[in-house]
């Protein structure tokens, strides 16, 4: 408000060379406040000044230059572009490499900002050069430039197929899974966000990450102290086996899945989340897989997320893994209905409060039309609303015709007087159920 932008202008271009890094600290600070003050410095017509001089400065400069940029990037797209536009990428891939490693760690983070917006921003960055330059950045012995530099490659990577597939045509990945037993935590979180937004992308990306030999070494991961290598590291895991039950499988044959269990149920939070799908998208391509995840004891954790956590996202996570577990035969249903779950997700649909994600994956209509394990279902019968009645009288109505001992179990727990009390609509699916459990039993029960 006191026109100190105008100010600091003439001062970029003064003969004093501190003077210059210290107006282009001071214009740094300012536009890394907010967005309003970034544009601010793009409107007084700043960066043009600041990118001419950029090549001839000292490594101060540069860095402090460096700065501005990535002050400005960072706020929005508009702000990036306007940096995109003033011809900084240039300059600042020419600054990746300076012999000044600071210089260079700069550079990297503002493209890194520059970058991370969308795929037009990222593919500039790639167009100027930068990527083999940041593979190289992540060899080198300074270990915050290796971080600032794999977060720069994550950036790139996370847009599309194509960019990711640049920065594996650089050489990148070995590179990366060779920093995965860094004693560091910054790094390792980085480097573990790189490779996951390679893998994510399609199965030949996904692959390509595999082939690194990051198994079973990842896995060590899964038990760092740090929070947040744990949690990259299972969504590294989860975005390689989505893609295919065989990339699934190698994960399983590495104990991964085991691992995945362990962590979920060793942690609290947001940390659970990537895990808790891993095991979701195992479990849901095949039987076999699924019953990987049983015997490897995943269902007991899986339902103490949906009990302990408070934020609905983590519950429906939960709810969709049990779902994807118990879908594939009566088996595996039974598993998922053992372990008691189904009344605390039943109370989660119905809940007025829970959001409609939670509702929406919380319908057990999955589960309930594998499960034959009828004392586990019983319960439901209590509580269920009607669009869920359905499935459960109708498994009810499969199973009883066939077995004697649930016959008489299902008339002394009051299961049959609970069907009785059921209104149903004349001739809809409902009542065939309801009529066929009846024709199991005497009329005179019945009644």
Not at 54 to 77: M, T
Not at 312 to 329: F, Y
Not at 384 to 406: C, E, R, T, Y
Request: with cysteine; net charge neutral; hydrophobic share 45%.
């Amino acid at each position: 408000n006191s026109g100190v932008l105008s100010l600091l202008r003439p001062l970029l271009l003064d003969v004093v060379p501190t003077i210059q890094q210290t107006a282009a600290l001071a214009l740094g600070r300012l536009a890394n406040y907010n967005d309003a003050l970034a544009e601010a410095v793009v409107k007084g017509n700043i960066l043009p000044h600041l990118v001419c001089s950029l090549s001839e400065q000292n490594r101060f400069y540069k860095k402090a230059a460096a700065f501005v940029l990535r002050a400005v990037g960072k706020h929005s797209p508009q702000l990036a572009q306007a940096i995109v536009q003033c011809g900084a990428l240039e300059m600042l891939v020419i600054c990746l490499e300076d012999f000044d490693p600071g210089v260079k760690e700069a550079a990297s983070w503002a493209l890194g900002y520059i970058a991370r917006h969308n795929s037009e921003l990222s593919q500039a960055v790639v167009d100027a050069g930068a990527v083999p330059l940041l593979v190289l950045c992540i060899q080198e012995p300074e270990i915050a430039l290796k971080r600032i530099a794999a977060s720069t490659l994550s950036d790139i990577s996370k847009h599309s197929p194509e960019l990711a597939q640049t920065v594996v045509d650089a050489g990148a990945i070995a590179h990366l899974a060779q920093m995965i037993l860094n004693p560091d935590a910054k790094l390792k979180r980085q480097v573990l966000s790189a490779l996951s937004q390679i893998a994510k992308h399609s199965v030949d990306l996904a692959e390509l990450v595999v082939e690194a030999e990051i198994f079973p070494v990842v896995l060590t991961c899964l038990k760092d102290s740090d929070e947040y290598v744990k949690k990259n590291g299972a969504t590294l895991i989860r975005e390689i086996a989505k893609h295919t039950p065989e990339l699934s499988q190698l994960i399983v044959n590495a104990g991964g899945v085991a691992a995945v269990i362990d962590c979920i149920g060793s942690c609290r939070g947001t940390v659970r989340l990537p895990g808790i799908m891993m095991l979701g998208y195992v479990a849901a391509h095949s039987e076999n897989l699924s019953m990987a995840v049983i015997v490897s004891k995943g269902i007991p954790p899986l339902c103490a997320c949906l009990i302990e956590e408070h934020e609905d996202h983590i519950k429906a996570a939960a709810a969709w893994a049990l779902g994807q577990v118990g879908r594939h035969t009566p088996e595996h249903a039974r598993a998922v209905a053992v372990a008691n779950v189904l009344p605390t997700l039943l109370a989660m649909y119905m809940d007025t409060r829970s959001s409609e994600d939670l509702q929406m994956k919380a319908t057990l209509k999955s589960i309930l039309q594998k499960c034959t394990y009828l004392p586990a279902l019983e319960p439901l019968l209590h509580d269920a609303p009607p669009n869920i009645m359905k499935h459960i009288v109708g498994q009810f109505s499969k199973v009883l015709p066939h077995d004697s001992k649930a016959r008489r179990l299902f008339v002394t727990t009051g299961g049959l007087k609970k069907v009785q009390e059921i209104k149903a609509e004349p001739g809809s699916l409902l009542q065939e159920y309801i009529n066929t459990i009846n024709s199991c039993y005497p009329e005179e029960i019945v009644r």
